[in-house]
């Protein structure tokens, strides 16, 4: 086992930097709407197009990150961004006027969208291929870590000052990007680059013709897309629906924290010999029966049991998605096809919409079945990319 996780110092560098910046971001953002609503007297709309605005920037900036790591490195995108990001996080902090809350959202979103798809590329260039699934799964049980850990730290915090979570957020950023500098300048962390650097204009053309990476993507976009109900339209579901409908809500996140925590690495190790695309379709299945299942469920425990089918899909799905796109990304363009793949955003944003408008429709019986639908229609968009794949290149592990 020791030898197994005998990964590059840099990489062990990331994904603890992962757990303590995720912790430190998810004690200030889930609170950034009760922030301005409270200290700033902001009213709901602005709040709402201020929230927006983050995964809409890293949708939109997530490409040009990409781009811009294979251009000119990731280690230059990667230190640049964090230090901005140490910025912003103070900068909410300070900030008095709605305007800057925006501004300074926009700029989060980009920084994430940069960062993100730098990180993941170097993961996968200082990493054995046979290794690097093991490594995504551990960067997301990292991201899950801090996920879980950072909102109940945000509490106690906020207890003292309803802006200090911003400024030790900013700190731990900060802190993260010394940290980050020291092992890159200490570490070898050669890339390749590409044989013809090509313009960003380009670059996209060749990206938007890469079929197997749009089927990737369309799929990405409706699996988000289904996802993306957990946070907006399931709480609203249970809150009209059943009695202590809130206190149900937050006992099935916490389930969903603490099983991705405890059963990450281990369904990882045991799925390694699995064909990744099998591992995908695998966990979208479980997705699509979860959601399905809350659309049937009319007590607490059936509820229990389709947010526990869900997250096993999640443990499947979302670290093989990285292991996917880092073997079909060409050599010394790892970076823009991060980038690219997080137009699978846009599923993050359209998905609450439409959810919305189909739970005031539908009703939450219908609601859930359909979600489950969508979600198992990104099958045939991964298995379609899957086989224009293995005609170019035998799918390994």
Known sequence: MKASLNFH???WTLLTGTIFTRAASSMALPFLALYLSSSQQVNPVLIGITIGLSPLSSTLGGFMGGYLSDRIGRKKVMLSAIALWSLVYCGFALADHIVLFMILNVLNGLCRSFFEPSSQAMMGDLTESRLRKRVFSLRYTAINVGAAVGPLLGVYIAGFSSSLPFLITGIMYFLYGIALLIMLNKFSTAQITPEKKLSLSETLTVVLRDRILLLFVIGGILVNFG?????????????????????????????NAIMVILLQYPLSVFSEKWPVMNTIMVGCTLFAVGFAGFGFA???????????????GEIFVFPSTSVFIDMIAPEGRRGTYFGAAQFRSIGNFSGPVF??????????????IIIGFIILSS?????????????????SD
Do not use: A
Not at 379 to 395: A, W
């Open 227 to 255: 996802y993306s109900q957990v946070d907006s339209t399931l709480p609203q579901y249970l809150q009209t629906s059943f009695q202590e409908g809130v206190v149900l809500f937050s006992r099935l996140i916490s389930l």
């Open 298 to 312: 009319t007590t607490p425990i059936w509820f229990i049991i389709s947010m526990i089918i869900v997250t096993i």
């Open 355 to 368: 959810g919305g408008w189909l739970l005031m429709e539908t009703g939450g019986h219908w609601l859930f």
């Open 379 to 395: 099958l045939l968009f991964y298995s379609s990319g899957n086989k224009l794949f293995s005609k170019t290149k035998p799918v």
């Open 9 to 11: 110092p840099v990489v």
